[in-house]
């Protein structure tokens, strides 16, 4: 029997933090990304008050300028991946201390890149974990479980013909995710942001922040997630879980397109919570909010503009290892 992942905000051995490593795929965002990852992994050391941060290099010449920029905030390890979405390339860790490592396609073959497949299976033999294989694709963003057994997901990301086939129906994924992760029951979201990349990432949506108490954005004026944050508060709620408001960013757009921003893409650390904001008016109100939450955390804002080009944040980024 598998003992399901801890919930975020359970202590933290660790975390895995991807560091921007390939210079033609960043292109001009590549230096100022890599500055908003080290703010990222500083805020959460929080001068050795936090947990250890393992800043992911691809190569050593990328980790060379991670050592320089990050100095004493993180230690630097070097394993070679695709991009630094290690929330849905690493490894899952359980409850019970073991790796889990599954199939990974490319957020459904929109992104191919050599290493994604591998780092997650690479990293856990650095930490001396056996990493025990799936054959089945999930991403860690797809997915947050509060602890109980309760997990959260989208029919849009988990059941999307692009992952898994056709016939990948939700008592197939829960089943997996039962036998696999140990979760015992399901909160089923319908679709996730606009135009996410990842076709509907819950992490982009709500997030346990307490046993049976989820997140999710209230809509702001013109939002274009209204009707997405409405309907999934309206499914959260049929199935009895408690709901806690947060702020959404709106609208907010690059080169005339709307991006998928969002508050819930933050992290929740041993001494801090890294919350992603975009300059928008609603930023300050949305870290306050999260701060009534977490009041025995430190809770940050921080910008995440540039890393956000990548198509993720600060959680995206990031994989924590759980306490034994």
């Given at each position: 029997?598998?003992?399901p992942?801890?919930?975020?905000?359970?202590?933290?051995?660790?975390?895995?933090?991807?560091?921007?490593?390939?210079?033609?795929?960043?292109?001009?965002?590549?230096?100022?990304a890599?500055?908003?990852?080290?703010?990222?992994?500083?805020?959460?050391?929080?001068?050795?008050?936090?947990?250890?941060?393992?800043?992911?290099?691809?190569?050593?010449?990328?980790?060379?300028?991670?050592?320089?920029?990050?100095?004493?905030?993180?230690?630097?390890?070097?394993?070679?991946?695709?991009?630094?979405?290690?929330?849905?390339?690493?490894?899952?860790?359980?409850?019970?201390?073991?790796?889990?490592?599954?199939?990974f396609?490319?957020?459904?073959?929109?992104?191919?890149?050599?290493?994604?497949?591998?780092?997650?299976?690479?990293?856990?033999?650095?930490?001396?974990?056996?990493?025990?294989?799936?054959?089945?694709?999930?991403?860690?963003?797809?997915?947050?479980?509060?602890?109980?057994?309760?997990?959260?997901?989208?029919?849009?990301?988990?059941?999307?013909?692009?992952?898994?086939?056709?016939?990948?129906?939700?008592?197939?994924?829960?089943?997996?995710l039962?036998?696999?992760?140990?979760?015992?029951?399901?909160?089923?979201?319908?679709?996730?942001?606009?135009?996410?990349?990842?076709?509907?990432?819950?992490?982009?949506?709500?997030?346990?922040?307490?046993?049976?108490?989820?997140?999710?954005?209230?809509?702001?004026?013109?939002?274009?997630?209204a009707?997405?944050?409405?309907?999934?508060a309206?499914?959260?709620?049929?199935?009895?879980?408690?709901l806690?408001?947060?702020?959404?960013?709106?609208?907010?757009?690059?080169?005339?397109?709307?991006?998928?921003?969002?508050?819930?893409?933050?992290?929740?650390?041993?001494?801090?919570?890294?919350?992603?904001?975009?300059?928008?008016?609603?930023?300050?109100?949305?870290?306050?909010?999260?701060?009534?939450?977490?009041?025995?955390?430190?809770?940050?804002?921080?910008?995440?503009?540039?890393?956000?080009?990548?198509?993720?944040?600060?959680?995206?980024?990031?994989?924590?290892?759980?306490?034994?």
């Amino acid at each position: 029997m598998t003992t399901p992942p801890p919930a975020e905000w359970a202590r933290h051995d660790a975390v895995w933090i991807g560091f921007p490593s390939h210079p033609e795929l960043w292109l001009e965002d590549l230096e100022p990304a890599r500055e908003e990852v080290v703010a990222f992994a500083r805020a959460v050391h929080a001068d050795g008050a936090g947990e250890r941060v393992l800043l992911v290099a691809a190569d050593e010449e990328a980790a060379a300028a991670a050592r320089a920029m990050a100095g004493d905030a993180a230690e630097v390890v070097v394993e070679p991946f695709g991009d630094i979405w290690l929330r849905d390339t690493g490894a899952i860790l359980d409850g019970d201390g073991r790796a889990h490592d599954f199939a990974f396609n490319g957020w459904g073959g929109k992104y191919d890149l050599p290493g994604d497949n591998s780092v997650g299976a690479g990293l856990a033999r650095q930490r001396g974990i056996a990493a025990e294989t799936h054959d089945w694709i999930i991403e860690g963003g797809a997915i947050d479980g509060d602890g109980t057994g309760l997990v959260v997901t989208t029919e849009q990301c988990l059941l999307n013909p692009n992952r898994n086939g056709e016939d990948f129906t939700r008592d197939k994924a829960e089943a997996l995710l039962r036998a696999d992760l140990g979760y015992t029951r399901f909160l089923w979201l319908g679709d996730g942001l606009l135009n996410d990349h990842t076709d509907g990432h819950v992490d982009n949506l709500a997030r346990f922040v307490g046993p049976n108490r989820l997140a999710i954005p209230e809509p702001a004026e013109g939002d274009p997630n209204a009707d997405v944050y409405r309907d999934a508060a309206e499914r959260a709620e049929a199935a009895g879980v408690e709901l806690v408001r947060i702020p959404s960013p709106g609208r907010v757009e690059s080169e005339d397109e709307v991006i998928p921003a969002s508050y819930m893409n933050f992290y929740i650390g041993n001494a801090a919570v890294v919350v992603p904001v975009y300059g928008q008016s609603s930023d300050d109100a949305a870290v306050a909010a999260l701060a009534a939450i977490f009041p025995d955390r430190t809770v940050v804002g921080l910008r995440a503009d540039h890393i956000l080009t990548g198509g993720g944040s600060f959680h995206c980024i990031s994989q924590q290892i759980p306490s034994r």
